[in-house]
C-alpha cells in the first residue's frame, strides 16, 4: 500500500465525500436505488446499494464515473444538518436502510445528514465543503455484498472506488492497483496450473495442480534437507485428534473458536487438528529421556486445519486446510540461546537464498488484562518473555514488541515480511512454550538423576507452504528460479516433420539428466507458440530446426531475454546443472 487512506485525515474526509458522490450519481442513474452504507476503508471506499432488479457491471462504472464528474465540475456545496429522531424517521420513511440505521442508534446519538444539491443521506461526515473539490477518483470494480454481512439478508451491490488530492497520486495508486493484479498469485496460479478451487470441494480448500505440486514437492525437499544436517528428525502423524488430546493442550478452552466442529466416531471425540504440537509432544513422551539426548529436534511436514471465515479467505495465501512447514525442539533451559538462535540463522539463510530482503522481526507478547485467551500464569509468562527478549538482545537483533499477538502458551518471534505489493505477510514464526510440556506431563532426566521438564521451542520456517508459495508467486510474477520452476525447459521442434525426432532425442537426454521438460510439438506456427512459451515463463526455451540438426546442437532462449544463443547439448546440460545447484 502506498497510503492507509482511512488513517489519513484529509484521504479520509475525501474519500468519504467521493462515497456521496457516487451515491448521488447512481441515483441520477437509477432513480429506485436505495443505499445501506458507504464507508472508507483502508484502499479508498465503497457504497452498499439496493438497486431492484437492476444490475450494475464493470462497464457500467464509466457511465456512473461520467456522472460523477459531471456533478461535481456543477460545484454544489454540502450541507450539514442535524435532526432529532422522529425528524430523522420522517425525513428517510421510504428508505429502510437508513430506518434500520436511526432505530439502531444510540438514544444519544447525534443525527445528522448532509446535502449536495438534489442528493440527502444520512450521515455523521465529515465532508468535504464542495463536490468541486473531488476532481481525482476512480471507481475500481463492483461486487455483491450481504446487507449487514449477513448470507440470510439480500444480496446488495457494492461500488468500489478511491479519490485522491491531486492526479499525480491517483495515477501511482493506480499504477500500483495494475500492479498488484499482475502479481495476484490467484491469477498467476489459474495460468500456470498451479492450483485451483472448487465449490465441491470448499472454501478455503485449495487443490494443488501437477505445477503446484512439483513446487511444492521442490520446496519440501529444499527445507528437509537443510533441517536433516541440522539435526532434525521427521515424523507423520495424523491429521485428526481426539478432544481429549486438545484439552490436554489447552486448544480445547484457548483455540476451540478456530476448529473445525468435534466430530463422533463409534465412542470417540475427534476433531480436524489445527496444529501438530499436542502430536509431537506425544512422540517425546514415546519413551525415557536424558539430558545427553536434548535437544531433541521433530519434524513434520503436516496438514493441518483450521476455520476461516469464508469472505476471508484467499487462494493460497489464507486457507481452511494448510500444510505447516512445522518442528518442535525440545531442550533444557541452558541450551535455548543456542536453539533458538540455529532457528533464527536458518530463518535468515533462507531468506537470503530466496531473495527476501525487507522484513523486520517482531516480538508477539500477551496481553496481561486477558485471562480468556492466555493461560493464566504470570510467572511463566515473565519468564518466557524475559528469556526470549534476553536472547534476541544478546543476537543483537532489532526487533519490536507486539502486545496480545503471543500464542496462548507463550511468547513467539514473528517475521514480518514486505512483499512487493500488498500488506506485511508473517511468514515465519518461532515461539518459546514453558506450558505445553507441563500440561503432557514431559520430563528428562539430568545430570543428577532427577526428573525436570523441558522447554519447547515451537518454530515454522516457511510457515505454511501454502503462503510461502502465494507469497513467492507474486514476488517473482511466476517466473519462478530454474530449480523451482515445474517445466524448466520447453522445446519447441520448428517442423514437426523434419525436426520432431531430433526434438525427441533432445527431449530424452534432458529427462535422464533429471531436469522437467515439455515438448511442444502441437501443429501450431512457431512464433504462436514461442509467445506461449513467454506467458508460461519456462525459465528455458529450446528452438530445434535444421541448423541444430545438422550441427547436433541446441539454440535456446531464456525467459526475459530476446537473445537466442547456440551451443553444444552438454554445453547446455552442464549451463543449466551449475545454475541450479
Known amino acids: 500500500m502506498l497510503k492507509n487512506i482511512k488513517e489519513d485525515k484529509n484521504l479520509n474526509i475525501m474519500n468519504h465525500s467521493c462515497a456521496h458522490l457516487l451515491a448521488q450519481a447512481v441515483k441520477h442513474l437509477y432513480p429506485k436505488a436505495l443505499f445501506w452504507v458507504g464507508p472508507v476503508i483502508e484502499e479508498g471506499f465503497y457504497y452498499d446499494i439496493d438497486l431492484g432488479e437492476d444490475v450494475i457491471k464493470e462497464e457500467d462504472l464509466e457511465k456512473i ?20 429522531r422522529e425528524e430523522a424517521l420522517e425525513k428517510f420513511k421510504n428508505d429502510p436502510y437508513k430506518i434500520d440505521l436511526i432505530n439502531n442508534m444510540l438514544e444519544d446519538t447525534v443525527i445528522s445528514c448532509y446535502t449536495q444539491g438534489d442528493f440527502t443521506d444520512l450521515c455523521r461526515g465529515p465532508h468535504v465543503e464542495s463536490v468541486k473539490q473531488l476532481k481525482y477518483f476512480k471507481l475500481l470494480k463492483v461486487s455483491g455484498a450481504y446487507f449487514k454481512g449477513d448470507s440470510k439478508n439480500k444480496m446488495l451491490q457494492r461500488i468500489y472506488g478511491v479519490c485522491f488530492e491531486n492526479e ?45 505440486a512439483i513446487i511444492r514437492k521442490q520446496l519440501e525437499n529444499y527445507i528437509y534437507d537443510k533441517e536433516r544436517k541440522l539435526g532434525y528428525n521427521h515424523v507423520y502423524t495424523p491429521c485428526v485428534g481426539t478432544v481429549n488430546l486438545y484439552k490436554t493442550s489447552g486448544h480445547w478452552d484457548h483455540y476451540k473458536e478456530n476448529m473445525f466442529p468435534m ?43 483450521r476455520y476461516e471465515a469464508s469472505g476471508a479467505v484467499k487462494g493460497l495465501e489464507r486457507v481452511r486446510c494448510m500444510c505447516q512447514n512445522d518442528a518442535h525442539l525440545f531442550v533444557t533451559p541452558e541450551q535455548i540461546k543456542d536453539e533458538f538462535k540455529q532457528v533464527v540463522n536458518l530463518i535468515l539463510e533462507v531468506y537470503k537464498d530466496f531473495g527476501i530482503k525487507d522484513y523486520k522481526f517482531r516480538l508477539s507478547l500477551r496481553d496481561p488484562k486477558d485471562k480468556e485467551k492466555y ?30 499477538e503471543a500464542a496462548f502458551y507463550g511468547p513467539k518471534l514473528d517475521v514480518e515480511v514486505k512483499p512487493a505489493v500488498g500488506p506485511e505477510v508473517t511468514l515465519s514464526t518461532c515461539q518459546l512454550d514453558f506450558l505445553l510440556p507441563r500440561r503432557f506431563e514431559l520430563t528428562y532426566i539430568d545430570n543428577k538423576g532427577e526428573k525436570q521438564v523441558p522447554v519447547v521451542i515451537h518454530r515454522a520456517i516457511f510457515g505454511t ?27 519447441i521442434p520448428v517442423n514437426n516433420e523434419h525436426h520432431l525426432e531430433y526434438s525427441k532425442k533432445i527431449y530424452n537426454l534432458l529427462l535422464e539428466n533429471n531436469f522437467r521438460v515439455n515438448l511442444d510439438d502441437r501443429e501450431e506456427k512457431v512464433g504462436y507458440r514461442m509467445r506461449e512459451s513467454v506467458v508460461k515463463k519456462y525459465p528455458y526455451t529450446l528452438i530445434l530446426g535444421q541448423k541444430e540438426v545438422d550441427n547436433n546442437t541446441i539454440s535456446y532462449r531464456k525467459h526475459g531475454s530476446e537473445e537466442t544463443i547456440s551451443v553444444s547439448i552438454d554445453e547446455f546440460i552442464n549451463l543449466i546443472k551449475k545454475e541450479i545447484i
Open 465 to 491: 507452504f501454502d503462503r510461502f508459495t502465494a507469497f513467492l508467486m507474486e514476488e517473482t510474477k511466476g517466473c519462478f528460479p530454474t530449480w523451482l520452476a515445474p517445466i524448466q525447459i520447453n522445446i
Open 375 to 404: 493461560f493464566d500464569d504470570d510467572e511463566m509468562w515473565n519468564n518466557a518473555e524475559n528469556k526470549l527478549r534476553e536472547v534476541l538482545n544478546e543476537l543483537k537483533i532489532p526487533y519490536f514488541e507486539a502486545i496480545g
Open 263 to 305: 466430530m463422533k466416531v463409534d465412542d470417540e471425540e475427534f476433531v480436524l487438528r489445527p496444529m501438530n504440537c499436542p502430536h509431537h509432544m506425544l512422540v517425546y513422551k514415546n519413551k525415557l529421556h536424558s539430558y545427553r539426548d536434548l535437544p531433541i529436534r521433530i519434524g513434520e511436514f503436516a496438514t493441518d486445519f
Open 168 to 212: 499525480e497520486d491517483l495515477n501511482e495508486y493506480l499504477d500500483y492497483i495494475k500492479e498488484a493484479k499482475e502479481r495476484d498469485h490467484r491469477k498467476i496460479g489459474k495460468e500456470q496450473e498451479i492450483f485451483m478451487n472448487h465449490d465441491l470441494v470448499g472454501a478455503g480448500m485449495p487443490l494443488w495442480l501437477p505445477n503446484g
Open 65 to 84: 464515473e461520467k456522472e460523477m464528474k459531471k456533478i461535481a465540475k456543477d460545484g454544489k456545496r454540502i450541507y450539514r444538518e442535524e435532526l432529532s
